[in-house]
Structure formats: C-alpha cells, structure tokens
C-alpha cells in the first residue's frame, strides 16, 4: 500500500513565507523535542483534470498522492511521528483551486498519547475554489486515557463550492481494552461560504471523559462518535436517503439554512469504532455522489 | 439578588427593582416568544426513554448547564452583554450563535424566539434593537437588550437559563415524565448550579464555548421525524 501510494510524490516545493521551525516551534526549558509537522497542497484545473498547483512538507507532516483514474486528486496525510502527545502540533493547508475535486485522508487513524504537560494541537485550513469540491475525509482520532487535544477547523468555501466533512473520534480502543477515564478533547468547527459564517461547531469533553461520556446527554456510555457536514447547494434532497442510512442508529441528520446557505449536519454516536465504521462508511459514500471512498476506509 | 444590587450601583445601570422587573417580564413564560412550544430536543428523548424519570431528568438538565445547549447560549448571551456599543462584534456573536445552531428545529428555536423578542422588547425602545433588525438567536437577543437596559450580565444569564430549565421541566410535565411538585423540587436543586454557571458565563469569553452533549443533540435531530408531537422541536 505505501509503496502504491508513494509512486506519484512529487519533489517538495519549498514556500518561502515558512516560518522555519527553529523560530517556530523549540520547546522552553530543554524538554524534549515536540513533534511539528506542516503540509500544504493546492490544486489548478488542467484538461479537465485536477493537477497539482504547489505541494509543500515540513517536519513530521508527509502527503502521498495515490494514482487516481478519473480527473480528481486525492492526499493522504500522514504524521510520520505516529501520535501525538502534549506539544506537539501539526499544520495542515490545503486548497481546491476553481474547478477541482479535491480528497483528503489520512494514512492511520491519529492517535493522541498521554500528555504530561501541554496539549496536543491539530490547525487545519482549507480553501474551496469556485466550482470545485473538496471532502475532509480523515481517519479516525482516537484519543488514549490522559491525552490532551485541541483542534481547529477552518473552511472558506466560494460561493458554488461543495464540501463534505468527517471528523470521527474513538475514546480509547475498546478491543484492546483500553479506556479513557480523563483528558481534554476541544475541537472547534467554522465553515465560511463567500466570508458569510455557515457552520459552527464546539465540542468540549474535558476533566474526567469515562463520567461524563457515560451521561445520558453525552455519550450514553458509547465511546466513538462522529460529526459530519455536507455544504451544498440544493441537498435537501439527500435528507431522505441519509434519514435511511441512519434508521436504528444512534445518530441524526438534518438540513438547515442559514441565511440562504444549505448545510446537512450529522451526529453520530456508537458502541465501539467499528459499529460507527459501519454506519459512517454508507453515509459518506451516499454523499460521495457514486464517487469512491479513499481506500484506507474500506471496512 | 444580590448581584443585581451589586451592578446595580453602577452609573447607567438600572436600579435593582427595574432589572428585576424587567428580567422576570421578559423571561416569563407570558412573554410572546412562543417558548411553551419548544422542547430543544427533550420531547424526543422522553419519548425514547432517556430521562425515564425526576433523577434522569435532574441529570440530563444539569448536563445541559454543564455542557450542553444551555452553556453555549450562557456563554453567548455574555459575548452579546459586552458588545452592545459595538455594532461589528455584535453582528459576529449573532452571526456565531446561529451558526452554532445544530438541527433545523434547533435553529428554528433560537431565531423564531430571538426574532419574537426584539419584536416584544421593542416596547422598551433602544437604540440596539436596530443593530439586530435583521433578527438573532435567542440568547444573542436577550443579552443585548439587557445589557443596553443595564442590566447586569449575570443576572440576565441567570434568569434565561432559569427560564429555559423551567420550560424544560414544563415540557416533562406535559409529557407526563413528572408532576408539579417534583418539577419545582428540580428547579430548587438547580439552583445553585444557575447560579454558578450564570458567573462562570458572565466571566467568559467565547474561547469558553464546548458542548459535549451529543445525544441531546441528536435529540434535536431525531424530533423532525417523531410522529406524534406536542412542541415545534
């Protein structure tokens, strides 16, 4: 797999308006090094393909570019530091030029580690071109018993752009019998379309995570859920179907409009990763619109 | 009440028994925003056995104090306190709080009833009811007239949130999951939590914004399609 994926890695191209990670990021005090990474990618139209437009990797953030055969462009992200833990922080870029279908995934579900001081930070913006399409389709974060994570998405759509994203978060691996009895866990959400605000999203599980997750408005005792949103014009007609997807789940669906805006939002809470695997999987197909999912979500 | 004395003392702020006049008019159940006829969601959840009784029900309400919808509208109703003179952040925390609107029938419930009382509070003129003409969410709506009337912030937080548990309480009435005695015996077991979580929220700035109450949540979501239904969400 990584072999395949590696084939197309074009040769970094070096941005000059990097902050360097000297200046950026020397943790105080001689502790040890934190992980940094950042990546950054665009996109142009070509022939009526999606080509690369500028690619960029620094510290522990690597993208691989899988061959893809039909006109649209998929990365797949990958923090080569293998988790995260308190300090660490990772940059991520990336922008649909006009046009383009842009997919976005990671190569493993990021895992968040203990952190004994500090909090692990995930910044990621994304820029949607006119007429073109971006999805946010990472694996899922899975946070370990002790981790601190804070992170933030940030999207500016254009007006007739399409964008779909995923974020899903297990608490621990319930397989391996691993449980997370605290943390912090803090991820921000705003969605932009031609700079009016669409979405907005906060969660927040700090403190002692295993009671609050087992609290009847919380979590009701699951230990892996998922948000998504679909942001397009004239998806009402997908309620329906994704009402379907969802029957006899712990999740919902609905679709708002904001200011003339459209936006379906998603909820989703299950008993473990896989049960959440298996219903998240259809939804995103559905609104994948017959496209395939990247390869790392096949079940 | 000691905290609308204490604010009360400062120039240009309503006297104690103005505000409080005022908060309970504008926060009372006869105040025409049609609050009787939203449940955020608990409809839903009563229906498919979440709060099964007084205690869960106890629980799922200081959930939603703690970290659920009502945390998120204490902590924008503040943002909207502090920026009545300042027109631009006062269009951004509109603008947020209705983007933070999960569902359909959650957004419907905060702009239907911010809409309603600027449209109510219109009989106490001021010149902020005209920033917000084109309508904000309910906690938005309420801070700001409040906070142009002078009112201190945390006592009109206190009074929303204990307007919002009341009606949640009344709406457990109505699905029959209470009675009365029991709903008022959770509103005095409340109230110390009203009380902190008004100055936690009155002390905040939006970085204080988190939910984690998903399955309220999806409460909210799964209210479009219960068949048989008393409330609008």
Redesign the interface.
């Known amino acids: 797999m990584a072999d395949a994926l590696a084939a197309v890695q074009p040769e970094p191209i070096l941005a000059a308006d990097v902050t360097p990670r000297a200046q950026g990021f020397s943790p105080p005090g001689g502790r040890a090094q934190r992980a940094w990474g950042s990546g950054r990618l665009s996109t142009k139209p070509g022939q009526g393909r999606t080509r690369l437009d500028t690619f960029y990797q620094e510290g522990c953030a690597k993208l691989r570019l899988p061959e893809m055969f039909d006109g649209t462009m998929e990365a797949v992200l990958i923090n080569s530091s293998g988790g995260l833990t308190g300090g660490d922080r990772m940059e991520w870029r990336f922008s649909a030029g006009p046009q383009t279908a842009l997919t976005l995934t990671t190569q493993a579900c990021e895992r968040i580690y203990k952190a004994s001081a500090g909090v692990a930070e995930i910044d990621t913006r994304l820029t949607v071109g006119a007429g073109a399409r971006l999805d946010w389709l990472p694996q899922e974060t899975i946070l370990f018993d002790r981790a601190a994570l804070r992170r933030s998405l940030e999207v500016e759509l254009a007006d007739d752009a399409t964008f779909l994203a995923v974020e899903a978060v297990l608490l621990g691996r319930k397989a391996m019998g691993e449980t997370v009895l605290s943390g912090s866990f ?1 991820d921000r959400w ?2 932009r379309r031609a700079g ?11 403190g002692e995570i295993a009671a ?2 087992s ?6 005792g699951g230990v892996a ?1 998922a948000s998504l949103v679909f942001c397009a014009g004239d998806c009402a007609h997908h309620l329906a179907p994704l ?1 379907r997807l969802l029957a006899g789940t ?10 003339g805006m459209e936006k379906l ?1 998603i ?3 299950a008993k473990d990763g896989f049960s959440l695997r298996k219903t998240l999987v259809p939804v995103i197909s559905h609104l994948r619109l017959g496209a395939s999912l990247p390869k790392v979500w096949n079940l | 009440m000691g905290m609308i004395m204490a604010e009360a003392s400062q120039p240009g702020s309503a006297s104690a028994t103005t505000a409080l006049l005022r908060l309970m008019t504008w926060l009372s159940p006869a105040f025409p925003v049609g609050a009787f006829s939203y449940s955020s969601g608990l409809e839903q ?1 009563i229906s498919s056995g ?2 099964q009784d007084g205690e ?1 029900l106890f ?2 309400l200081q ?2 104090l703690l ?2 919808s009502l945390w ?1 509208d204490a902590v924008l109703l503040a943002e909207a306190h502090r920026c009545i003179d300042r027109p631009e952040p006062l269009a951004d925390v509109a ?2 709080a ?8 959650r ?1 419907q419930e905060t702009m239907l009833q911010g809409s309603a009382f600027l449209a109510a509070a219109s009989a106490w003129p001021h010149p902020v009811l005209s920033m917000l003409e084109q309508g904000a969410a309910y906690p938005v709506a309420v801070g700001a007239v409040a906070g142009a009337h002078g009112i201190g912030c945390m006592a009109a937080v206190a009074a929303y949130l204990q307007a919002a548990l009341a009606n949640q309480t009344s709406v457990a009435i109505r699905c029959g999951l209470i009675g009365q005695v029991q709903a008022v015996g959770l509103l005095a077991r409340l109230e110390a939590l009203v009380e902190n979580t008004a100055a936690r929220a009155s002390d905040s700035s939006l970085e204080a ?14 209210h ?2 219960l068949p048989s239904r008393l409330f609008r969400s």
Do not use: C, K, Y
């Not at chain 1, 009016?196 to 700090?206: G, M, N, T, W």
């Not at chain 1, 609290?215 to 009701?220: F, I, M, N, P, Y």
């Not at chain 1, 712990?250 to 200011?259: K, L, N």
């Open positions: 803090r705003r969605i009016r605000l669409l979405h907005a999203d906060h969660l927040a599980l700090e609050l997750a609290r009847s408005a919380v979590l009701g859920f009402r712990q999740g919902g669906v609905s679709h708002v409009t904001v200011g939002v909820r989703l809470i | 959840a979440m709060p869960a629980d799922w959930a939603l970290h659920g998120n603008a947020l209705e983007a933070l609107a999960g569902g359909r029938e957004h914004l988190g939910t984690a109450t998903l399955l309220a949540e999806i409460a909210t979501l799964a479009e399609t």
